[in-house]
């Protein structure tokens, strides 16, 4: 079945240091992916995607690349700041694309 | 505003109590669905609804039931509930169709903040 595994957080940082949160996939064929971003308080939105092998999702200064020879989608950036301290879920869009399956999410915190 | 509207945002019940959430979106999306959300546990898909049609149950429990009256609304009525069930349920919404395609889709879900259910 579809899966998504992130690593264990939480993940703190300081202010300007870079980030990576790793996000492996189990999946038939080869699906879209997805980082959604929770912050306090509020609902999941969508940060980034990625539709098909090698392409490069980016916003607010984050990335992650589909890379099907790993099944990972690994978020990075490369100077976080206080206003990243938030959960991120990495996910997927199932076989009949009808819903998104999502990983535990990591948790990030950012001092000054 | 996310567009989508949940309420309450917090709910404290007895076991025996019955209870519902409200979820409300305003985006003319045709899609909507509950999730629960529980700590270090990942975001677990319950139920779909496209066209106000049920098109997926994810084994939920019956003391869980979901009602879709229109395309713009959605509840989620709670009765005989059980302390693991304690949570924040989260509703979403999207296009008919979260893959692309002719009739588009970004794949993309809009949340609402969520209801944080404790039962006791």
């Known amino acids: 079945g579809n899966s998504v595994t992130q690593m264990e957080g939480p993940v703190t940082l300081s202010e300007e240091a870079f980030l990576t949160i790793n996000c492996t996939y189990t999946?038939?064929?080869?699906?879209?992916l997805f980082w959604y971003v929770q912050y306090p308080g509020e609902g999941l939105q969508l940060l980034l995607k990625?539709?098909?092998?090698?392409d490069k999702g980016s916003n607010k200064g984050f990335e992650a690349t589909y890379r099907k020879e790993t099944t990972s989608f690994h978020l990075e950036k490369g100077s976080v700041q206080v206003s990243d301290s938030a959960v991120y879920f990495c996910?997927?869009?199932?076989?009949?694309?009808?819903?998104?399956?999502f990983g535990k999410g990591t948790t990030l915190s950012v001092s000054s | 505003e996310t567009g989508v509207t949940q309420t309450p945002r917090h709910l404290v019940m007895g076991m025996t109590n019955k209870k519902s959430l409200k979820c409300e979106q305003h985006?003319?999306?045709?899609?909507m669905y509950w999730y629960k959300q529980s700590a270090k546990k990942p975001l677990e898909l319950m139920f779909v609804?496209?066209?106000?049609?049920?098109?997926e149950n994810n084994s939920v429990p019956s003391r869980f039931s979901p009602e879709c009256p229109n395309s713009s609304h959605l509840f989620l009525h709670l009765h005989t509930l059980q302390p693991e069930d304690s949570a924040l349920y989260l509703c979403?919404?999207?296009?008919?169709?979260?893959?692309?395609?002719?009739?588009?889709?970004?794949?993309?879900?809009?949340f609402g903040e969520g209801s944080r259910l404790t039962v006791l």
């Open positions: 979403a919404s999207s296009y008919e169709r979260l893959a692309g395609g002719l009739v588009g889709g970004t794949g993309e879900l809009f």
């Open positions: 609804y496209n066209f106000k049609e049920q098109t």
């Open positions: 990625a539709t098909k092998a090698d």
């Open positions: 999946a038939t064929g080869y699906p879209s």
């Open positions: 996910a997927l869009l199932n076989q009949a694309g009808t819903a998104l399956i």
């Open positions: 985006l003319g999306h045709n899609a």
